[in-house]
């Protein structure tokens, strides 16, 4: 891994981190409808919990059959309701299907870009699904729905291994990644025309015995005349890094790679993400 490489992954752990540090005090309750309640937790019964909302005095009660995990202040992460994840029906129902994530973005080491993080899944969708044989890729869409069903989104996905998510996604495999883009060198074009003329030409006659030209100017002292023309352009080039995994239903790492992109563009990505699909497993499968 270059130094580069790793600044890059440096600062996008920091991001992480950071964002989940803003509700470390707090108790978080995850529900089954994706609604999350942070304060603190009173007491944990045996069919429900006292919990308070942060800044509040209230206490209510909240039944446990609702509650999908629970992240407390400390940190410890504890699930309820959780389905068995190894039984023999659930992976038949999982066979050979495929979710693509929503990919990490950072471009310039800024981290918030919602939009550019589905953008990328549907791209990086469309390079899989064309090539699909036997593997069935579920569509964004509805991908992007039951994670949300389930309560999960970028402030607490690192609380699920990958084998619950492609147990909540109801698939085999899932394809998560990171997109990475920055500045680098500009690239300067310059170009000058000129394009000359004679202003008089010395006279002839042509085969039909016309008298072609200036008779007056039979000296051959022809007058030259010129326009010369410049233009100058600048064009940014960016460095593309990206990273791309394949999770099994099993929580297995079954394929990882990072490759930098050859080409400058700022679209280089696509390409890139072409290439890194090309040599997984899963591909024209």
């Given at each position: 891994?270059?130094?580069k490489?790793?600044?890059?992954?440096?600062?996008?752990?920091?991001?992480?981190?950071?964002?989940?540090?803003?509700?470390?005090?707090?108790?978080v309750?995850?529900?089954?409808?994706?609604?999350?309640?942070h304060?603190?937790?009173?007491?944990?019964?045996?069919?429900?919990?006292?919990?308070?909302?942060?800044?509040?005095?209230i206490?209510?009660?909240?039944?446990?059959?609702?509650?999908?995990?629970?992240?407390?202040?400390?940190g410890r992460?504890?699930?309820?309701?959780?389905?068995?994840?190894?039984?023999?029906?659930?992976?038949?129902?999982?066979?050979?299907?495929?979710?693509?994530?929503?990919?990490g973005?950072?471009?310039?080491?800024?981290?918030?870009?919602?939009?550019?993080?589905?953008?990328?899944?549907?791209?990086?969708?469309?390079?899989?699904?064309?090539?699909?044989?036997?593997?069935?890729?579920?569509?964004?869409?509805t991908?992007?729905?039951?994670?949300?069903k389930?309560?999960?989104?970028?402030?607490?996905?690192?609380?699920?291994?990958?084998?619950?998510?492609?147990?909540?996604?109801?698939?085999e495999?899932?394809?998560?990644?990171?997109?990475?883009?920055?500045?680098?060198?500009?690239?300067?074009?310059?170009?000058?025309?000129?394009?000359?003329?004679?202003?008089?030409?010395?006279?002839?006659?042509?085969?039909?015995?016309?008298?072609?030209g200036?008779?007056w100017?039979?000296?051959?002292?022809n007058?030259?005349?010129?326009?010369?023309?410049?233009?100058s352009?600048?064009?940014?080039?960016?460095?593309?890094?990206?990273?791309?995994?394949v999770f099994?239903?099993?929580?297995?790492n079954?394929?990882?790679?990072?490759?930098?992109?050859?080409?400058?563009?700022?679209?280089?990505?696509?390409?890139?993400?072409?290439?890194?699909?090309?040599r997984?497993?899963i591909?024209?499968?």
């Open positions: 891994m270059t130094k490489t790793f600044q890059k992954n440096f600062l996008f752990i920091l991001a992480i981190i950071f964002s989940l540090s803003m509700n470390a005090q707090d108790d309750i995850l529900k089954s409808d994706g609604d999350e309640m304060g603190k937790i009173l007491k944990i019964n045996k069919e429900d919990l006292q919990f308070i909302y942060k800044n509040e005095t206490e209510y009660t909240v039944n446990k059959s609702e509650i999908i995990k629970i992240t407390f202040s400390s992460i504890e699930f309820f309701n959780k389905k068995a994840t190894t039984s023999n029906s659930n992976l038949k129902e999982h066979h050979n299907k495929v979710a693509i994530l929503p990919f973005y950072i471009k310039d080491q800024e981290t918030s870009n919602a939009i550019m993080t589905k953008k990328i899944q549907q791209e990086t969708y469309t390079i899989f699904k064309k090539k699909a044989i036997i593997l069935q890729f579920q569509d964004p869409t991908t992007n729905a039951l994670l949300a389930a309560g999960v989104n970028n402030n607490n996905v690192e609380g699920y291994t990958m084998g619950e998510i492609c147990n909540i996604l109801n698939v495999y899932v394809v998560q990644g990171l997109v990475s883009i920055e500045k680098s060198t500009m690239t300067q074009y310059s170009n000058t025309t000129t394009t000359s003329k004679n202003k008089n030409k010395r006279a002839y006659i042509d085969s039909k015995g016309n008298i072609v200036d008779i100017n039979n000296t051959g002292n007058k030259k005349t010129s326009n010369s023309s410049s233009y352009t600048a064009t940014q080039n960016y460095s593309t890094n990206i990273t791309m995994n099994s239903d099993k929580g297995d079954v394929y990882t790679k990072e490759h930098a992109s050859f080409w400058q563009t700022q679209d280089a990505y696509k390409i890139t993400l072409a290439f890194l699909a090309k997984t497993p591909y024209k499968r």
